[in-house]
Nanobody, 113 residues
Framework: VQLVESGGGLVQPGGSLRLSCAASGFAFYSYEMTWYRQAPGKERELVAAISGSGGSTNYADSVKGRFTISRDNFKNTVYLQMNSLKPEDTAVYYC???????WGQGTQVTVSS
């Protein structure tokens, strides 16, 4: 199993970023995919989840209305569109296939002026 996150960077408050996670080594379309984040000194938290078909999504209250999770089962890729970013969104973002216990290296998102 391999998960490779990309798309992070430094953005000003109110800005947008689109994260990508390329997956391989498992039947991608069969698994719920999730995005987690971990800020310095804090526990890793679930941000968003999407069902295998893409027909069902869930979000943490802190990002609802600002973030959108999507997936492309032909490309074995899951995305996280992040709009109206806030400084408290600063964290390392990881994708994960549930219930598999594999993590990628993560991608750093920093929201700062």
């Amino acid at each position: 199993v391999q998960l490779v996150e990309s798309g992070g960077g430094l953005v000003q408050p109110g800005g947008s970023l689109r994260l990508s996670c390329a997956a391989s080594g498992f039947a991608f379309y069969s698994y719920e995919m999730t995005w987690y984040r971990q800020a310095p000194g804090k526990e890793r938290e679930l941000v968003a989840a999407i069902s295998g078909s893409g027909g069902s999504t869930n979000y943490a209250d802190s990002v609802k209305g600002r973030f959108t999770i999507s997936r492309d089962n032909f490309k074995n890729t899951v995305y996280l569109q992040m709009n109206s970013l806030k400084p408290e969104d600063t964290a390392v973002y990881y994708c994960k296939a549930r219930p598999l216990n594999y993590w990628g290296q993560g991608t750093q998102v920093t929201v700062s002026s």
